[in-house]
Structures are given as C-alpha cells and as structure tokens.
C-alpha cells in the first residue's frame, strides 16, 4: 500500500512524464539493451527503431502516474499489455531490471528535478505497479500452461499459399505431433526466428487467420518494407521459409477475441493485413452461429493486395444473413467492389444500419482512428466498438502527434 505522501508526488510528478516521456523511454532502452542485451532476444527490433516501444512505454508510464491511486481503472489496459508479454514470453525476472532502468532513465533526464524524494517515491510506485503485471501475467502463464504449453515450441510449415501480392499464408503443425491448441478467434501467436547474419533472435507476432478447431494453426504475413526498409521477419518467412521448414511459436494469446455469447449484430471492418484476425472471427461465426447478422467490410490499396477474396465470399454464403463489402482505393476492371476509394463516413453511413450492433476494427492506426472516429459520429457507442493494434499500443487521440 503506497503512502498518502507517495502518491501525491507520483501524481505531481504525471506532466513532466508527459513532457518527457519519450526522452525517458528513449534513453531507458538504450541504457537497459547496453547493460543486458540478452533482452534483445525479446524485443521486436523494428518497433524500437520506429520509436513506437519507446512512446508506447511512455503512455504507459504516463497512465500509471496518473491513476496511481485507482490502477484498477488501467486493468482492461494491463491485460493488453500483459497478454503482449506473455506471447513474448515475458517473465517476473525480467521486472527488476526494467524497474532499475527505468528509475536511472527518470534521474538523469530530469537531472536535479528528479529529487531524491521523486525516485523514491517512483521506486515504489514502480513496485507496486510491477506486481500487478506480475500477478496477471502469471494466471496467464498458468492458463497455457495447462491449455497449451509455456515458451516457445517448434511447429512444422505443412503448407505455404500465396493469399495476394504481398501476403502468404502458413499452415503449421506441432513438430512433436501433438494436439493443435485451443484458442479464440482475433487472438494471435509469437514467431521466433534464427536468421543467419543476425546476431540476436527475432520476435514477431501474428493473428491467427482461420477459425479454431482445425488440425493446424494458420497465420497470414504481409511482406513489409521496400527494398530500402525491409521487414527482416516477414521477408524472410515469404522467401526463405518453405514447407517442411520448421519455426517456433508461443501459445495464442490477445484479448482482441470474438464474443462467441454474443447475438447482436456484427460488423467486421478492417484494412489491409488486418484482415486476418477478422478471417477467423468471420470463419467461426459462419461455423457456429450462421443466423447472426453478419457484416463483413474491407478496405485495400488495389486488387493485387486484397486478399481471402474468394475465402470471404465462400464463407458468407454459409451465413444466413450476411453482407460483405470491398472498399478498394485503386480497383481493376475485373475486380468486385463495393465503392471505389476510402472506407469514409460517407460510405460506412451507406453501410452501417445497426447502431447498437457490436463493431470490430483492425488495420494501419490511419485505418482505425479515421474508421473509429466515423462510427462515433454516426452515434456508435464506444463501448460497442473493439479494435486491435498491430505491435505496441499507442493513444488513437494522440497518434497525429506521434
């Protein structure tokens, strides 16, 4: 229990974090990686060069200074993260030394504002903030544990199909030929990587694309980057990775997850790769629940990268009462579509009947502010929109400012 006098430092303490955060953060994964580079074992690469950990970490640091008397309001957030950690297979060992960094980031950015009485009362601040990621993650661990399995586990490519121009799907299956697990539609799994030439192991993790129940786990990846800037992970996985080859995964985790007691209607928006967790929300649904009011939307550059088009099409004709819409900026004579362009206000208006239906949304964060947003204007409760990021989370509001 943190002390009246600790709090209210903490507290005092929340605009200058917001002032600095970033500066914080930036300067804290410097220092942590230079004393324990191990951790980079852990770390996706490509968020820290981005910045996009770093101004994730410093939300967070923000969010904890500010409810630090109330941290059950940040608990729906926690999970989040801690489902993150998990898939990484983050552990409580790991805390100390974040805690330790993170306080000599606070000191020497802040320089002799950060008093002695300020570091104290973040170290235990810190503490307790720390046991609550502890405490979730572990029931976590506990939980694949018994339903799946802990850290990472070598699954066999029985399969490699090429879904667009610039995303490949592949089937896996445990290489010890146990049970494929259990897990529910949205959520996603960590693939780990030894690259040659690459010093450290890479971490990516990516939404489960079919539904559960079948004898293989499927994810879908988008090939990132250019020829300047290319995804290491996802480049390597489409050009190397071949069926036979084997990779390892940890359990699935997210709490971006289908509500299987759910009977309103549904809308499934997304953009892009985001696609591919609402496959497996549209697949299950079609599989369990073909008499719910189903609408399924999907915003790409062209056709070339729109993917599961024939897949989406097949899977709605086993719904009772569904829709599906392709929002395409650029599309070829031969393709379908619902409307050229942008999946705007205009358009969603066109699309959206049911305002107390329950909305889920994934894609690019332009993607998923400009969507978020319009629903909102078109009088959608917050509370009946869900959304999933791609890598670390970061505030919507704030994004343009990023």
Not at 195 to 214: C, T, V
Not at 356 to 385: H, Q, W
Request: net charge negative; aromatic share 10%; with cysteine.
């Amino acid at each position: 229990m943190l002390s009246e006098n600790t709090i209210k430092i903490v507290k005092s303490t929340a605009p200058i974090l917001a002032e600095h955060g970033v500066e914080i953060t930036s300067y804290f994964y410097k220092a942590l990686f230079e004393a324990h580079p191990e951790l980079l074992n852990i770390f996706n690469h490509a968020n820290q060069k981005q910045g996009r950990q770093q101004t994730a970490l410093a939300n967070t640091v923000y969010a904890a200074a500010t409810y630090i008397d109330q941290l059950e309001v940040l608990l729906p957030a926690v999970k989040q993260i801690a489902h993150k950690h998990r898939s990484l297979n983050v552990k409580k060992e790991h805390y100390p030394i974040v805690g330790e960094f993170l306080l000599k980031a606070i000191k020497d950015v802040l320089g002799d504002a950060a008093t002695p009485e300020i570091i104290q009362a973040w170290g235990e601040a810190y503490q307790v903030i720390a046991q609550v990621f502890i405490d979730v993650e572990q029931e976590m661990y506990d939980n694949a544990r018994t339903h799946a399995w802990e850290g990472f586990k070598p699954f066999k490519v029985i399969n490699k199909v090429k879904e667009s121009s610039v995303i490949t799907s592949f089937y896996l299956q445990p290489a010890d030929g146990s049970a494929v697990p259990v897990f529910q539609p949205g959520q996603y799994i960590t693939v780990r990587l030894t690259i040659e030439g690459e010093e450290f192991l890479l971490n990516r993790q990516y939404s489960l694309s079919d539904a559960p129940g079948k004898n293989y786990l499927r994810i879908s990846v988008k090939r990132e980057g250019d020829d300047l800037t290319k995804g290491k992970v996802s480049n390597y996985l489409h050009d190397h990775v071949k069926e036979g080859d084997e990779i390892e995964l940890t359990a699935p985790a997210g709490d971006f997850v289908l509500d299987e007691t759910n009977n309103k209607p549904l809308y499934l928006l997304s953009g892009g790769v985001g696609i591919t967790p609402m496959m497996s929300m549209l697949k299950q649904v079609a599989a369990t629940q073909p008499d719910r009011k189903v609408t399924f939307v999907h915003s790409a550059k062209n056709s070339d990268v729109q993917a599961f088009r024939h897949e989406v099409a097949e899977t709605m004709n086993q719904l009772k009462n569904g829709k599906h819409y392709a929002i395409i900026e650029s599309p070829s004579e031969e393709n379908e579509y619902f409307a050229e362009g942008f999946l705007d206000e205009q358009k969603l208006q066109t699309i959206v009947h049911d305002k107390e239906a329950t909305f889920y949304v994934c894609g690019p964060v332009p993607f998923m502010r400009s969507v978020i947003d319009n629903l909102g204007k078109l009088g959608i409760k917050e509370e009946n929109i869900h959304f999933e990021f791609f890598g670390p989370s970061i505030n919507l509001k704030e994004y343009q400012q990023v």
